[in-house]
């Protein structure tokens, strides 16, 4: 039911013409179907760079995309993706900044490719309030949207169960590469 609900909600904007494009010159553009009060932004330095902000203080989060278009395909399979993502979390939990030693691999619905994302805890607001734009989570993740185009994800919010955190994850499993 939360699923159906979730593609209802992203179908809304897409027939009613409210997408964020961003073009990615020869390899097509980049099309989000904002859910809930977002504002988005960019930077184009080599790499083009999206904000997703929250027009709300509620909100209490941000993702920030990084495209590479046009780069070799280093990902080609789910595997190869999933084994990078799991390198790059264990590293991390060694650092011993997040609360967690291990975390799960998570997929990411994606209309188009494959992704994962994994989570870990600010290890210095565990059990503290929550306070605007401090993030007691921190989510790292990557799409292949196909084989030159390539999304590198970060989340920061206060977790997964958040409407915040929902409303961006279904922005990103929404959002459309048009060639």
Not at 5 to 20: M, R
Not at 37 to 64: C, H, Q, S, Y
Not at 70 to 98: I, N
Not at 174 to 179: D, N, Q, R, S, V
């Amino acid at each position: 039911m939360r699923r159906l609900l979730l593609i209802l909600l992203l179908a809304l904007p897409a027939l009613g013409g409210w997408a964020e494009v961003f073009p990615l010159r020869e390899h097509g553009k980049l099309e989000f179907y904002p859910v809930g009060e977002w504002k988005f932004g960019a930077e184009d330095m080599g790499d083009l760079r999206i904000v997703i902000a929250p027009k709300l203080a509620r909100n209490n989060a941000v993702a920030t995309l990084t495209v590479a278009a046009g780069a070799p395909d280093e990902y080609p399979t789910e595997e190869k993706l999933a084994r990078q993502l799991t390198e790059v979390s264990q590293r991390l939990a060694a650092s011993g900044e997040f609360a967690e030693r291990k975390v799960p691999l998570k997929r990411i619905y994606s209309q188009q490719g494959f992704g994962f994302y994994f989570m870990f805890s600010d290890a210095k607001l565990v059990g503290r309030p929550v306070v605007a734009g401090d993030y007691k989570k921190v989510c790292l993740g990557m799409i292949r949207l196909n084989a030159s185009v390539m999304l590198r994800v970060q989340i920061l919010s206060d977790g997964e169960e958040t409407e915040a955190f929902q409303q961006l994850l279904g922005m990103l499993e929404g959002m459309e590469l048009k060639t």
